[in-house]
C-alpha cells in the first residue's frame, strides 16, 4: 500500500489543498516503486501558510529563547531516533547511498544539539560609542516571519541549517 498525503500543514493543522492536484514521488532507481502521493500545494496554500506564520509570531516572539532552543533539541533528538528508517526512505526517494543519508540525517541532529545550545547564549554586542560616556549596544530581537526555500539534495541538514537559527532568534517560518 503508497502512503498518501492529502493535506497540507500550516498553522499547525492539516488542511485541504486549494488545488485539490496530487502529485507522486517515485524512486529514480526504480520507477515502478511508488513511494508517496502528497498534496500540491498552490500559490493560495502558501499566502494561509504565511499567513498562520504571522499570526503565532507574537506568541512565538514571547518564547523565552531556550525554550525556544529545547523545540530545536527535541527534533534532533527524534532524528535521532528515527535516522535508519529516514535514511533508507531517503535512499529510495533521492537515490542516494545511505551512508550519504544517514550522514545527512547526522548532520541535521549534531547541528539540533548545537543550535540547542546557542539558545542559552543569545549575546548582544556592546561596543564604544563616538560619544564620550556612552556605549552602543545590539541585542538580538525577533524580527519576523521567514519563508525557508532550500535544495532537494540534503533534505535534513540543509534546512536545519536555514530553520534552526531563525526558530531560535524568534522567527517564524
Request: hydrophobic share 45%.
Amino acid at each position: 500500500m503508497v502512503d498518501e498525503y492529502l493535506d497540507i500543514l500550516a498553522g499547525g493543522e492539516w488542511i485541504t489543498g486549494h488545488s485539490g492536484e496530487v502529485f507522486e514521488v517515485r524512486n529514480p532507481a526504480d520507477r515502478d516503486d511508488l513511494i508517496a502521493i502528497f498534496a500540491r500545494g498552490d500559490a493560495v496554500d502558501v499566502n494561509e501558510a504565511a499567513e498562520a506564520a504571522k499570526k503565532a509570531y507574537p506568541g512565538w516572539m514571547r518564547t523565552p529563547a531556550p525554550q525556544r532552543a529545547d523545540y530545536v533539541l527535541r527534533v534532533g533528538l527524534m532524528l535521532e531516533q528515527r535516522k535508519e528508517e529516514l535514511a533508507v526512505l531517503m535512499a529510495r526517494e533521492m537515490g542516494k547511498t545511505l551512508k550519504e543519508c544517514r550522514a545527512d540525517i547526522q548532520e541535521g541532529i549534531d547541528f539540533a544539539i548545537f543550535m540547542a545550545g546557542e539558545g542559552r547564549r543569545m549575546y548582544g554586542v556592546t561596543t564604544r560609542s563616538e560619544l564620550p560616556n556612552k556605549f552602543s549596544m545590539t541585542i538580538r530581537h525577533p524580527i519576523g516571519v521567514a519563508g525557508l526555500i532550500t535544495p532537494w539534495n540534503f533534505p535534513i541538514a540543509i534546512p536545519t541549517w536555514k530553520l534552526f537559527p531563525a526558530l531560535i532568534s524568534g522567527c517564524t517560518a
